[in-house]
């Protein structure tokens, strides 16, 4: 059983984008990264890393989903 969590988290690894910016840098940026999507200003040009991390890591999408509620709800 280990052997077959050892190989989805190889193939996990191998599917990531070498972009990725990863979770502390995402999270260092998430707020601008959300009012650039509420405004319309295409974050992904602006931060590629972080829109391949946001691609791959459920964690960090939930966190911006969040986010974007949070400020868009605030306006």
């Avoid at 979770?23 to 707020?31: M, N, R």
């Amino acid at each position: 059983m280990g052997e077959m969590s050892d190989w989805s988290r190889l193939e996990r690894f191998l599917q990531t984008d070498p972009r990725d910016a990863g979770c502390a840098e995402t999270f260092e940026v998430l707020d601008v990264y959300a009012e650039l999507m509420l405004g319309d200003a295409h974050p992904e040009l602006r931060f590629p890393g972080v829109a391949a991390h946001l691609r791959g890591c459920r964690p960090c999408a939930e966190d911006l989903e969040g986010l974007l509620v949070a400020v868009g709800s605030s306006s």
